[in-house]
C-alpha cells in the first residue's frame, strides 16, 4: 500500500452539468502578480471561462467567495486553455483559449478593491485567429529555441498542425497516415512534437538538422541521416582443431593467383582501340547543313551554320548503363549533348546525330570537340560492373565559323609563316574557301568570321612564306593553325617528310598584353559589381526590417520614406545585376579571344624556337592552365606562378634564382605589371638559348651553359635579330620584342608581291 494519499485542500463544485475536458484545466501565475502564486485556469464546453486563487483559513473550510477572480461567458464552448509569452514585444503571462474555429488571446489583470469585495479582475482580448479548420487541441512552447516567446500549434481534426507566431499565423502541415486526431504536446528538450496516431503509435515530428536529401534518377526521394547499425552478429565457437598448413598453403596459392590474374598491367593500361570492350567514332559531315539547326544563337549574322556529327558506339561486350556526353568549346554549342542508352548487347551497336553551331557572340579558340561514353562491365567478380569509359575526339570545319569573303589590304596585325618548299595554291589547301573558276586569287584569300571581323591569307609568289592580317590579333590564330594543318596533311600526301614551317618575325607581346588588360579589367569590374551588390542587399535587408517593425507594431509610425527608399534600393539592385550580368558576358568573350592569342603566342614561340611536342605541351600547360576562368582563380595569376616557376627553375641563370620561392597562395594580383613583366623574361630567356624542362638535372645545366650576352646584326628585310653562338638560329632581341609590333618578315619584293590583292 501507498504511503501518500491525496488529502483534500480545496474543492469546489463548478456550474450545473457543463462538461469538462482534459485541454480545459490550466495552472499558472496568469495575472503575473509576481507573488509567485500560481491560479487555476478553468474553461468548460459550455463557454464559460473561470479563475481561481484557492486559499482556505483552515482545511476542511468552505469556498470563500473572494477565491473565485474571474467567471465570464465567451458564449462558445472552450476546448483548451494555456497561459504562455504569447504577446509579441513583452514576456508577461497572457491566456490562450482555444474555440472552434477561433483562437483568442486574453491579457488578466486585476485593480485592488476598496471595500470588503476585494480586487477587481477582468480580461482584455488582445488579439484572435479565426481558424479555417475545426480545432481539437494545441500545445505551445518555444518552438525552433526561440527565446523570450512562446509560439502556439493547434491540430485541427482532419489533421493539421497549424503553426502561430504570436499575432502573425506562420504556416501548416499536414499529419502523415492521419485517422484521428490525438493529443498533442511539445518537448522543449528534442525541440519536437509528439502524438499519438490512430494506430495507437507514439510519433515525434521535428521545422530536423543533419538530414541528407536524396533523389534519384528513376524518382526515388529519400531522407537519411548518418548512423550505424548494431552489429548482430555472434562470433561461433573456436573449433579447437588442429591447423592443416598443407590446406592453408593450397588456399594461399589460389588466392595469390586470382589477386595476380586481376592485377595484370593490360587490364589497368588503355587498351589498343582494336581490342577495346566499347569503341565509340565520331564523322563529322563534310558539308554544312542544308537547313541550320542552330537554337537561341547570340550571333548578329542573317544565318549561323550548323554540322553534323555522327556518333556510333560500338561494344563487344556487356554494356550496362551506356551514357554518352558531347563537349565542345565555347561559344560553340551542340543541340543535345546527353545521350543515355539501354544496356548494349554484345556486338551490338547505336548511333546519333547532331548539329554544332555557333551560339555565343564571339570566334571560339578551338574547332574541336570531345565524346566520352560511360558504362559499366559486369565481371564475374561484380556483377554490377565495374565502371569504364571510351572517347574519341572530332575536329569541326573552318567553315562553321567564317565564309569566304573579299581579301583587305590594310590590318592592324600581321604575321609571315616561313616555310621550305615552295608556296602552294590555295585552291590545293583551301578548296572549300576558293572557286577553281578563280584563277587570279588563288595567291589571296578573305576569311570573313560571323561575328564580324575579317582575315587575309596572302601566299607570296617569289618566296617560301605566307602571310595572315587581321584587325583582330586573335582572329588571326585560327587562320594559321589551318594553314600550318593544311599543309603538313598536303605534304605528307606528296610523301614530303622533310616540311617545316618556322617563324622570324618579333613576338606580338604588347598586343597580347592588351588582350590581358583588357580581361583583366574586367575581372576587376567583377569584383567592385560584387562589392556593392553586396552593399545594397544589406542595405535591401535593413529597410525591410525596419519596415516590418513599423507593420507589426500595434501603434502604427509614419514609414518616413522608408517605402521609397526601399523600391530605390530594390532598382539599384536589379541594376547592378543586370551591370555583372553583362560585364560576366564581356568577361567570358574577353576571355575566349585571350585563349585565341595565347594559343597564337605559343605556336609562334614554338616555331621560332623549333621546340619539340614536349616543350611545346610545357609551353600549353603555362599558358593554357584553366578551362573556364572564375573570380576564386583566374587566367593571371595562375599564368604568373607558373611562368615564375619556370623562371626559376629550368630558365633561370644561377642558383641563387632557384632558391627563390614562390607565393603559398593564389589569388587576383593588383595589376598586370608583374605577369608581364614576367613573360617578357620568359621570351628573352628563351631568345638567350634557354630550354624548357620539367626535370631538375637538366635545369642546374642550364644555369651553366646558358650564354651571358648576344649580339645582333642588321639583315636584309629590316629586322634586328639575335645571334647566339654556336647555334644556327636567328632570333629576335628582347627589346624589339618588347617594344616594337608584328612585322613581316619578307624580302622587299616577296613583300610586293603579297601586298598585291
Not at 3 to 22: C, H, N, Q, Y
Not at 689 to 707: D, F, I, N, W
Request: proline share 5%; net charge negative.
Amino acid at each position: 500500500m501507498s504511503l501518500f494519499k491525496a488529502r483534500d485542500w480545496w474543492s469546489t463544485i463548478l456550474g450545473e452539468k457543463e462538461e469538462f475536458d482534459l485541454g480545459c484545466l490550466c495552472v499558472a501565475d496568469v495575472d503575473n502578480s509576481g507573488s509567485g502564486q500560481d491560479k487555476i485556469i478553468v474553461g468548460s464546453y459550455m463557454g464559460y471561462l473561470r479563475i481561481f486563487n484557492p486559499h482556505p483559513v483552515k482545511p476542511g473550510d468552505e469556498v470563500q467567495p473572494e477565491d473565485l477572480l474571474l467567471e465570464v461567458q465567451l458564449r462558445e464552448p472552450i476546448l483548451q486553455v494555456e497561459v504562455g509569452k504569447f504577446v509579441s514585444g513583452t514576456e508577461g503571462l497572457h491566456l490562450a483559449v482555444l474555440h472552434c474555429r477561433k483562437l483568442c488571446v486574453y491579457a488578466v489583470s486585476g485593480t485592488l478593491g476598496n471595500v470588503e469585495h476585494g480586487n477587481q479582475y477582468q480580461i482584455k482580448l488582445m488579439y484572435e485567429h479565426n481558424l479555417q479548420r475545426t480545432a481539437c487541441n494545441m500545445t505551445y512552447g518555444p518552438f525552433g529555441g526561440v527565446k523570450g516567446r512562446d509560439l502556439i500549434c493547434i491540430q485541427s481534426m482532419d489533421g493539421m498542425l497549424m503553426l502561430f507566431e504570436q499575432e502573425s499565423y506562420a504556416f501548416g502541415r499536414f499529419l502523415p497516415g492521419f485517422l484521428l486526431p490525438g493529443p498533442l504536446t511539445y518537448s522543449s528538450r528534442t525541440d519536437s512534437f509528439i502524438t499519438v496516431s490512430s494506430c495507437r503509435q507514439v510519433e515525434s515530428y521535428k521545422d530536423l538538422k543533419g538530414v541528407i536529401v536524396t533523389l534519384s534518377d528513376d524518382g526515388h526521394l529519400q531522407c537519411s541521416y548518418l548512423g550505424t547499425d548494431p552489429s548482430l552478429f555472434q562470433a561461433p565457437k573456436v573449433d579447437s582443431r588442429e591447423i592443416n598448413y598443407e590446406e592453408l598453403d593450397a588456399e594461399m596459392k589460389k588466392l595469390q593467383k586470382i589477386i595476380k590474374e586481376a592485377t595484370k598491367t593490360q587490364d589497368i593500361l588503355p587498351k589498343s582501340e582494336k581490342h577495346r570492350d566499347v569503341i565509340v567514332t565520331a564523322e563529322v559531315s563534310p558539308d554544312l547543313d542544308a537547313e541550320s539547326q542552330a537554337i537561341d544563337s547570340e550571333v548578329k549574322a542573317e544565318s549561323v551554320p550548323s554540322v553534323t556529327v555522327k556518333i556510333t558506339i560500338q561494344s563487344r561486350v556487356t554494356a550496362q548503363k551506356p551514357n554518352l556526353a558531347v563537349c565542345v568549346q565555347a561559344p560553340l554549342a551542340v543541340t543535345c549533348d546527353q545521350f543515355v542508352f539501354d544496356d548494349l548487347e554484345p556486338d551490338s551497336s547505336e548511333t546519333v546525330m547532331l548539329s554544332v553551331f555557333l551560339k555565343g557572340n564571339c570566334s571560339p579558340s578551338e574547332l574541336e570537340g570531345n565524346c566520352l561514353v560511360s558504362y559499366n562491365r559486369p565481371t564475374e567478380l561484380n556483377p554490377e560492373g565495374i565502371p569504364k569509359v571510351a572517347e574519341c575526339n572530332f575536329s569541326l570545319p573552318l567553315r562553321l565559323i567564317c565564309f569566304p569573303a573579299q581579301p583587305s589590304k590594310a590590318a592592324n596585325h600581321k604575321i609571315t609563316i616561313d616555310t621550305n618548299k615552295p608556296p602552294i595554291s590555295f585552291v590545293t589547301i583551301f578548296p572549300d574557301f576558293v572557286d577553281p573558276s578563280e584563277d587570279d586569287q588563288t595567291n589571296v584569300l578573305g576569311f570573313q568570321f560571323l561575328t564580324g571581323s575579317k582575315t587575309t591569307l596572302l601566299a607570296s609568289k617569289t618566296s617560301q612564306r605566307y602571310r595572315i592580317q587581321s584587325d583582330q590579333l586573335e582572329d588571326l590564330w585560327l587562320i594559321t593553325k589551318q594553314l600550318k594543318l593544311r599543309l603538313e596533311e598536303h605534304f605528307k600526301k606528296q610523301n614530303c617528310k622533310d616540311f617545316a614551317c618556322t617563324f622570324s618575325g618579333s613576338i606580338p607581346l604588347q598586343e597580347y598584353f592588351e588582350l590581358i588588360d583588357q580581361h583583366f579589367e574586367l575581372r576587376l569590374n567583377a569584383e567592385k559589381f560584387r562589392e556593392l551588390l553586396s552593399e545594397r542587399a544589406v542595405q535591401f535587408r535593413a529597410i525591410e526590417r525596419r519596415l516590418l517593425t513599423r507593420f507589426k507594431d500595434k501603434t502604427p509610425a509614419p514609414l518616413q520614406h522608408l517605402d521609397t527608399l526601399l523600391e530605390g534600393t530594390f532598382r539599384e539592385v536589379i541594376a547592378l545585376a543586370d551591370a555583372a550580368e553583362e560585364n560576366q558576358a564581356n568577361m567570358f568573350r574577353a576571355f575566349t579571344k585571350l585563349k585565341s592569342a595565347t594559343h597564337l603566342v605559343i605556336m609562334l614561340i614554338s616555331l621560332w624556337q623549333k621546340l619539340s611536342a614536349d616543350q611545346v605541351a610545357i609551353l600549353e600547360a603555362t599558358f593554357l592552365p584553366l578551362a573556364e576562368d572564375t573570380q576564386e582563380l583566374g587566367w593571371e595569376e595562375t599564368v604568373d606562378a607558373a611562368v615564375s616557376y619556370l623562371l626559376r627553375t629550368c630558365l633561370s641563370k644561377s642558383s641563387k634564382e632557384q632558391a627563390l620561392t614562390l607565393g603559398s597562395q593564389l589569388c587576383m594580383p593588383k595589376d598586370t605589371s608583374r605577369l608581364k613583366k614576367n613573360i617578357t623574361l620568359f621570351c628573352d630567356r628563351l631568345a638567350k638559348g634557354g630550354r624548357l624542362s620539367l626535370s631538375t638535372e637538366s635545369a642546374t645545366q642550364q644555369a651553366v651553359v646558358m650564354p651571358g650576352g648576344c649580339t645582333t646584326i642588321p639583315e636584309s628585310d629590316l629586322e634586328e635579330r639575335t645571334v647566339i653562338p654556336g647555334s644556327t638560329a636567328m632570333l629576335p632581341s628582347h627589346g624589339q620584342m618588347a617594344k616594337q609590333k608584328s612585322k613581316p618578315a619578307l624580302s622587299e619584293d616577296a613583300a610586293e608581291e603579297a601586298e598585291k590583292p
